[in-house]
């Protein structure tokens, strides 16, 4: 694969019910990344969708009293809508109802019955619904006179029924092999030896179809097995890149992903059973599978029988769009649970945004509009002073790429916290409104200022594309043809122009209730 192409995926979103907080979260993470890595000049393809499949989506379209089809188009186009209310910059939004994946996951099926992977038997076994996931007896616990999963917490029945099995247990070695030749495969590390310790225990062959319900991609030659939901839907990373066209564009430029985000409740998925499908099918798997925490309501999981679910459309009219964005990137630890609460938010808006980055550029643009006629400075000078905070930038290049290499987001926000902590500091030592007599060292001070604005600001396109966008417009640029190597530019605005202030950029959050 090109190291200029760049394939950044969501998990694909079950849509039994409405898009929650943790919905938002995954696919937010990603599009951080994916705008990025454009503004770092790569050919990015992020993927996005629902996953439709499944007695879970049956048994909700019967209490809906639709059929499965009128009730998953209703709920995907509400996903599809959250992608736009969240400003995602995805490529495609997939759906495992179209015929492009049925005949990608018939083309898989086929290919690991010819592989000899496949075979029909019977399953006895735990099974949950609200997982779509299958447990061992040792992941069984009895709560209350019912069989729950330890790992999800949801309710478990017991299955028996003819199926059709994959051979996951020949690939217990094959795995282990693939991981530690690519350590950093699975991330973080916990989730990694986490994955690792499951598979030294042993692995089950694995029951890939069903026949008590009907809702789903039939199993070749077979109507009455539907292809087991996991197969199905994890599929849609390689439908979605017109899999099995082996020389489609897509497929040649993007296929082994880079990047595939997730939340850590659907990892032995995504680190176990799909890198296994795709060595069983001769398919490169994913270059990596980062699996995050999830998000809290209040120290709480979300859930609806709690009633803590957070709906992000609602928080978005509270606080903002990009507000919102930026909140979840810096004040969850990435990879671990992150807490929400009205007072989190409002606290990290008011401090980071309004009093830090807003502010700075708040007082650059006023003091330029009157103190030079809102024109960019065109006599400067720079001392070393000058060229110690705007080298800052560009002596941490690299640094700043290692740090979404390696999914540090935290690292990268809060070089941008302490880059524009220390262009507060540089404007108010240099006191710009004491050098009116020596207009040079005036317009230096507001030029440099300008572009200290404009890098964080291209830092925080990726993650309040909006705000960073109006600061950016405010000095004339056009975010479409920025780059991230321009970073090392120190005279990339130009002077003379007019400066075309849009305003205070965040204002400071009123205390909610709660």
């Given at each position: 694969m090109d190291n200029k192409n760049y394939y950044i995926t969501t998990p694909i979103y079950y849509p039994s019910g409405n898009p929650h907080m943790g919905h938002a979260y995954s696919s937010i993470i990603a599009d951080v990344f994916a705008r990025f890595k454009r503004l770092d000049g790569y050919?990015?393809?992020?993927?996005?969708?629902?996953?439709?499949?499944?007695?879970?989506?049956q048994k909700a379209a019967e209490a809906n009293n639709q059929k499965p089809k009128d009730f998953c188009d209703n709920i995907s186009k509400i996903f599809k809508n959250l992608s736009k209310s969240l400003n995602l910059s995805n490529d495609d939004f997939i759906r495992t109802t179209e015929d492009r994946h049925y005949k990608a996951v018939q083309f898989l099926w086929d290919r690991l019955v010819s592989k000899g992977y496949i075979y029909l038997s019977k399953y006895k076994g735990w099974y949950s619904v609200s997982d779509e996931a299958y447990?061992?007896?040792?992941?069984?616990?009895e709560k209350d006179g019912k069989k729950i999963s330890i790992i999800s917490e949801t309710l478990v029945e017991w299955v028996e029924e003819e199926s059709f099995f994959f051979k996951l247990s020949s690939f217990q070695e094959k795995l282990l092999e693939f991981?530690?030749?690519n350590p950093e495969f699975i991330l973080p590390i916990s989730r990694k030896n986490e994955v690792i310790s499951f598979v030294k225990r042993g692995l089950k062959d694995l029951s890939v179809s069903r026949k008590s319900f009907s809702w789903g991609i039939k199993v070749p030659n077979n109507n009455k097995h539907i292809i087991y939901v996991w197969l199905d839907a994890l599929t849609n990373y390689i439908s979605a890149l017109n899999y099995p066209n082996f020389e489609n564009k897509l497929f040649k430029n993007f296929w082994p992903a880079t990047l595939h985000i997730i939340g850590k409740d659907i990892l032995r998925f995504h680190a176990i059973y799909w890198p296994a499908f795709l060595l069983a099918a001769d398919i490169k798997p994913p270059n990596r599978v980062y699996g995050h925490g999830w998000i809290l309501s209040d120290k709480e999981?979300?859930?609806k029988s709690k009633g803590n679910i957070l709906d992000p459309l609602e928080m978005i009219k509270i606080y903002g769009l990009d507000q919102l964005r930026y909140y979840l990137i810096k004040e969850v630890s990435f990879g671990k649970d992150g807490n929400?609460?009205?007072e989190n938010i409002e606290n990290c808006i008011n401090s980071d945004l309004a009093n830090n980055y807003g502010n700075f550029c708040q007082r650059t643009f006023s003091f330029a509009e009157k103190n030079c006629k809102g024109i960019v400075p065109s006599d400067i000078d720079f001392n070393s002073e000058d060229l110690k905070l705007l080298n800052s930038f560009s002596d941490n290049i690299n640094k700043i790429r290692t740090f979404m290499d390696n999914q540090s987001l935290n690292e990268?926000?809060?070089?941008i916290i302490d880059k524009s902590f220390d262009a507060n500091k540089y404007f108010n030592d240099e006191a710009p409104w004491n050098k009116k007599d020596d207009k040079k060292r005036l317009n230096t001070i507001v030029y440099v200022s300008l572009e200290v604005i404009r890098k964080i600001s291209m830092l925080l396109l990726p993650i309040i594309p909006s705000s960073a966008n109006k600061a950016l417009t405010s000095l004339n640029l056009n975010i479409k043809t920025l780059k991230l190597d321009s970073i090392s530019d120190?005279?990339?605005?130009?002077?003379g122009s007019k400066l075309n202030n849009q305003g205070i950029l965040f204002k400071k959050i009123e205390k909610q209730d709660g």
């Open positions: 050919n990015v393809f992020f993927l996005t969708g629902t996953d439709e499949h499944g007695l879970k989506i447990y061992n007896e040792d992941e069984i616990v991981y530690n030749k999981k979300m859930s929400i609460s009205n990268y926000v809060k070089f120190h005279l990339a605005i130009k002077p």
